[in-house]
């Protein structure tokens, strides 16, 4: 109920109005956000990288109104990557594919992107293409397969919650890509989705296994488990180590500000991690997805606004 409440709320110009002008809620938006300029970022992962922890930036936007917006967006993310590879920090980029133009067609965001991987493939980069609301998980897999043709070096989100997810899946697997799984994060009618989080959790475990089966690995596929959730983390860890999956044939994704304490964790005990560092003023949709994860992070905003 709450979830749906701050999903919808994600998508009102006059909420995010009065938010990103309201001191409490930049405070705590601080703790997921790296910061607004990427200076800011490039801290973090500086940070991240000292630590033996991998990123991926996000600089944070989507649905542009305008076919020049995109080209701006596009534009920016080519200078991300040419600024990664100068800091020579360790970090993929990722992106969203309503920030690039994917309302203007799938032909229009394809050139964009094309635009983008001849910089990421110039520097040795990898970019990460985020999953969004279901009305674009067709046209993201178009795209997606679409480039694949021709780049290696790009890796898809996929949502544990959908139920059309473990046929993506297959189809991903034996192209022998990439793909960050996640539980996803918006909202979904229960004619395409799982809405209980025990069904989402027994979803994203039988995903999982399918990402790290005999199969899949011998098929050269990379898997990238995107939870803070430690009954799956733990299964992870216990499929790798019974396969024999060695800790560089697959990696754990967390966010940017959550379960600091297991991000310290796998990391301490050599598996690879990659922290998701969104930077950027676009902040408000992200930062309500956030909110709709785990309404208790309200708590922090209202410690936040009493301590004023
Ligand atoms: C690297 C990464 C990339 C992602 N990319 C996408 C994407 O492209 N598309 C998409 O739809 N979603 C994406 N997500 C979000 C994801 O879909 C989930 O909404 C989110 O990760 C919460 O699910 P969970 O797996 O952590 O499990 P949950 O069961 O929701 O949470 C497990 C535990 O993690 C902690 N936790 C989780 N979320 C929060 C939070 N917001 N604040 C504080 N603590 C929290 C809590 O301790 C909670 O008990 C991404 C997540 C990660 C980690």
């Not at 701050?6 to 809620?25: C, D, K, N, W, Y």
């Not at 799982?194 to 596929?221: H, T, Y």
Request: net charge neutral.
């Amino acid at each position: 109920m709450l979830r749906r409440f701050f999903i919808a709320l994600s998508q009102s110009e006059t909420m995010r109005r009065f938010v990103i002008q309201f001191g409490p809620a930049r405070s705590t938006a601080r703790r997921f956000i790296a910061g607004e300029t990427l200076d800011e970022a490039i801290a973090v992962v500086r940070d991240l990288n000292s630590r033996g922890i991998l990123a991926t930036l996000d600089h944070l936007g989507e649905n542009v109104a305008s076919r020049e917006d995109a080209r701006r967006a596009a534009r920016e993310y080519q200078e991300l990557l040419q600024r990664i590879a100068d800091e020579g920090v360790q970090s993929t980029i990722s992106i969203k594919l309503t920030h690039v133009g994917l309302d203007f067609g799938e032909d229009f965001c394809c050139d964009v992107m094309q635009e983008i991987f001849q910089t990421a493939k110039s520097v040795g980069n990898t970019v990460e293409i985020d999953i969004e609301g279901s009305e674009y998980t067709q046209d993201s897999l178009n795209v997606f397969h679409s480039l694949l043709g021709e780049y290696q070096n790009v890796r898809l989100a996929l949502k544990a919650y959908l139920f059309r997810t473990e046929e993506d899946l297959r189809g991903l697997i034996e192209r022998g890509s990439s793909v960050r799984l996640c539980k996803g994060a918006y909202e979904e009618p229960p004619s395409i989705a799982w809405k209980e989080k025990a069904e989402v959790d027994a979803s994203f475990a039988r995903l999982m296994d399918l990402m790290m089966s005999e199969r899949a690995i011998q098929k050269g596929f990379y898997p990238a488990l995107a939870t803070h959730d430690h009954a799956l983390i733990l299964r992870a860890e216990r499929e790798a180590t019974r396969r024999s999956i060695g800790k560089d044939r697959f990696e754990f994704q967390m966010l940017h500000g959550v379960r600091r304490d297991w991000q310290q964790r796998l990391a301490a005990d050599g598996y690879r991690l990659r922290i998701y560092v969104p930077y950027g003023t676009q902040w408000y949709p992200y930062f309500m997805r956030r909110l709709a994860e785990r309404p208790a992070n309200l708590l922090f905003m209202a410690r936040a606004y009493v301590g004023k």
